[in-house]
């Protein structure tokens, strides 16, 4: 009896000795830094080939747009399979598509609509691997480190999103087919990492499937939680207007209409990308030892503040560390949701909630970075900012209520789940 509950008393094994956790973790980071090897490449080779930028724009739009859309299957998919068996299938169909599509760039064979074809194909795998790679955490690491998991999931996007495009635009100057190839090495180690994982992915019961798991049922959890709900609107809103693409056109539009010089423009565009991944590498930190409330706070209203500094249009390098400030809420406030999404949310219905989360979040920015481009050429970058101000405002709104202003921690949730 007392050795059985010096079992159930016994600390967890820190994360970072987790080796089922540390594979994932490790597999993932190298499928991203993949995933954005090749993406980076995609408008260069589009550029090379056809000399189009809406012809590259038009591929890249349509990524994100079948991104999302597959969101829905791809959650319940995760739910209703091996996640494991799962995410091997997604990379090794990324690691065929991309070693063929490097055989046709060296024969010459490459069009527009055979490169649109192979990254919305490449774009719909990594849309059906990655709700399952988010719903197996809550099976490989314990309640009380949730959280920093997701945090440290959080290091691994922001960190691929700076080493992939030097990795392709270095590959890319070698030759046109390295970056894909460098992108299959990338897949292949991945799925190589992920049969190291021993322990389950997700709870037996889970891949007893009835028939009726459908996908809707993701967002009517959502619906019925007044914690997801309320931060999902915020959520969708903030993606619609400060989201990478439509910034980044911003600024350089901007540099453009002031004649700024290319280095500056650099520069600027690396400072507000550097807000993404500080956030990432303090966001464990920052959950430990400030309440969710106040986290939201200030995600909620650097937003609207940022947005009314910008419509003065200062030099591009203050815009620069400006929308930094904004970027860096980003990889806090998502690994805060991705917890609460994981605590609240049971282990069988993990992937259709994830599924409906990444459609609503996704499915917006399109639209967002479609308004900015109009925008600024029907208006110029005050009407820009002002048009970001006039959603960011009301949004920001969100903090006011009850759910907002009473925010638990998610491992206090835990507790009362369980």
Same mark, same amino acid.
């Given at each position: 009896?007392?050795?059985?509950?010096?079992?159930?008393?016994?600390? +967890?094994?820190?994360?970072?000795?987790?080796?089922?956790?540390?594979?994932?973790?490790?597999?993932?980071?190298?499928?991203?830094?993949?995933?954005?090897?090749?993406?980076?490449?995609?408008?260069?080779?589009?550029?090379?080939?056809?000399?189009?930028?809406?012809?590259?724009? !038009? @591929?890249?739009?349509?990524?994100?747009?079948?991104?999302?859309?597959?969101?829905?299957?791809?959650?319940? &998919? !995760?739910?209703?399979?091996?996640?494991?068996?799962?995410?091997?299938?997604?990379?090794?169909?990324?690691?065929?598509?991309?070693? *063929?599509?490097? *055989?046709?760039?060296?024969?010459?064979?490459?069009?527009?609509?055979?490169?649109?074809?192979?990254?919305?194909?490449?774009?719909?795998?990594?849309?059906?691997?990655?709700?399952?790679?988010?719903?197996?955490?809550?099976?490989?690491?314990?309640?009380?480190?949730?959280?920093?998991?997701?945090?440290?999931?959080?290091?691994?996007?922001?960190?691929?999103?700076?080493?992939?495009?030097?990795?392709?635009?270095?590959?890319?100057?070698?030759?046109?087919?390295?970056?894909?190839?460098?992108?299959?090495?990338?897949?292949? @180690?991945?799925?190589?990492?992920?049969?190291? =994982?021993?322990?389950?992915?997700?709870?037996?019961?889970?891949?007893?499937?009835?028939?009726?798991?459908?996908?809707?049922?993701?967002?009517?959890?959502?619906?019925?939680?007044?914690?997801?709900? @309320?931060?999902?609107?915020?959520?969708?809103?903030?993606?619609?207007?400060?989201?990478?693409?439509?910034?980044?056109?911003?600024?350089?539009?901007?540099?453009?209409?002031?004649?700024?010089?290319?280095?500056?423009?650099?520069?600027?565009?690396?400072?507000?990308?550097?807000?993404? &991944?500080?956030?990432?590498?303090?966001?464990?930190?920052?959950?430990?030892?400030?309440? +969710?409330?106040?986290?939201?706070?200030?995600?909620?209203?650097?937003?609207?503040?940022?947005?009314?500094?910008?419509?003065?249009?200062?030099?591009?390098?203050?815009?620069?560390?400006?929308?930094?400030?904004?970027?860096?809420?980003?990889?806090?406030?998502?690994?805060?949701?991705?917890?609460?999404?994981?605590?609240?949310?049971?282990?069988?219905?993990?992937?259709?909630?994830?599924?409906?989360?990444?459609?609503?979040?996704?499915? @917006?920015?399109?639209?967002?970075?479609?308004?900015?481009?109009?925008?600024?050429?029907?208006?110029?970058?005050?009407?820009?900012? *002002?048009? =970001?101000?006039? =959603?960011?405002? +009301?949004?920001? *709104?969100?903090?006011?209520?009850?759910?907002?202003?009473?925010?638990?921690?998610?491992?206090?949730?835990?507790?009362?789940?369980?």
């Amino acid at each position: 009896m007392t050795e059985s509950v010096k079992q159930e008393t016994a600390p +967890p094994v820190p994360l970072r000795r987790n080796v089922n956790f540390q594979a994932l973790w490790t597999s993932e980071s190298f499928a991203a830094v993949a995933k954005e090897t090749a993406e980076f490449a995609y408008p260069l080779l589009i550029l090379a080939t056809t000399g189009s930028a809406l012809f590259a724009g !038009a @591929v890249a739009s349509a990524q994100v747009v079948v991104a999302g859309l597959v969101s829905i299957p791809a959650g319940r &998919l !995760a739910d209703r399979f091996d996640r494991k068996r799962l995410m091997i299938g997604c990379n090794l169909a990324r690691v065929l598509l991309l070693g *063929l599509f490097s *055989l046709l760039i060296a024969t010459d064979l490459v069009t527009f609509p055979l490169v649109l074809l192979i990254s919305t194909a490449s774009a719909v795998f990594l849309s059906l691997s990655q709700p399952a790679g988010i719903a197996a955490i809550k099976a490989l690491v314990p309640p009380e480190q949730v959280s920093t998991a997701i945090s440290q999931n959080q290091i691994r996007f922001f960190g691929a999103t700076l080493i992939g495009p030097p990795i392709g635009g270095a590959l890319f100057g070698l030759g046109r087919a390295f970056p894909y190839l460098g992108a299959v090495v990338g897949f292949v @180690v991945s799925t190589l990492l992920l049969l190291l =994982i021993r322990k389950p992915m997700q709870a037996e019961a889970t891949t007893h499937d009835d028939g009726k798991r459908h996908a809707k049922e993701g967002f009517r959890f959502i619906r019925r939680n007044p914690i997801l709900l @309320v931060m999902l609107i915020w959520v969708m809103c903030s993606n619609m207007v400060f989201n990478h693409t439509g910034l980044f056109i911003a600024l350089t539009a901007t540099a453009h209409d002031t004649d700024t010089a290319a280095a500056v423009t650099g520069a600027a565009v690396a400072f507000a990308g550097a807000g993404g &991944l500080i956030g990432s590498l303090v966001a464990s930190w920052v959950h430990r030892h400030v309440p +969710p409330r106040v986290i939201m706070l200030y995600a909620a209203w650097v937003g609207p503040a940022a947005a009314l500094l910008l419509a003065f249009t200062p030099p591009l390098i203050v815009m620069g560390v400006i929308i930094g400030f904004v970027f860096l809420r980003a990889p806090i406030v998502g690994s805060l949701f991705l917890s609460y999404v994981t605590v609240l949310a049971p282990d069988k219905l993990q992937g259709r909630v994830l599924g409906a989360v990444f459609f609503l979040t996704i499915i @917006v920015q399109p639209l967002g970075i479609f308004l900015v481009g109009t925008i600024f050429d029907l208006a110029g970058p005050v009407a820009v900012f *002002l048009f =970001i101000l006039s =959603i960011a405002t +009301p949004a920001a *709104l969100t903090t006011l209520t009850r759910t907002m202003r009473t925010l638990p921690r998610p491992a206090d949730l835990e507790e009362s789940v369980s």
